[in-house]
């Protein structure tokens, strides 16, 4: 079975940052896709950021210059940096472990983040 465990989420003020953690204790960590995306009430999950090792990241429009998605294989985890947040970022966010090419989603538990004054 594949685990992913987050951490991070908490409540900022607008123009804040954050940074989120998955920690996966899999082997095949290093050669999978790894994902985040989010969830707010009432709107579909939605993907947010991208990345397989040794790719270029890809991210939503609406996150672009704003957050940057890393992943450190020595440690099996991948980190969402989220910088400059607004009340439009407020959401469940989820780590995702993606299997190709089946593209087989593994989810994370979700961290909420809530941006506000």
């Known amino acids: 079975q594949v685990q992913l465990v987050e951490s991070g989420g908490g409540l900022v003020q607008p123009g804040g940052s954050l940074r989120l953690s998955c920690a996966v204790a899999?082997?095949?960590?290093?050669?999978?896709?790894m994902g985040w995306y989010r969830q707010a009430p009432g709107k579909q999950r939605e993907l947010v950021a991208r990345?397989?090792?040794?790719?270029?990241?890809t991210y939503a429009d609406s996150v672009k210059g704003r957050f940057t998605i890393s992943r450190d294989n020595a440690k099996n985890t991948v980190y969402l940096q989220m910088n400059s947040l607004k009340p439009e970022d407020t959401a469940t966010y989820y780590c995702?472990?993606?299997?190709?090419?089946?593209?087989?989603?593994?989810w994370g538990q979700g961290t909420q983040v809530t941006v506000s004054s």
């Open positions: 995702a472990l993606i299997l190709v090419p089946t593209m087989t989603h593994y």
């Open positions: 899999r082997s095949i960590f290093r050669t999978t896709t």
């Open positions: 990345m397989s090792s040794g790719i270029s990241p």
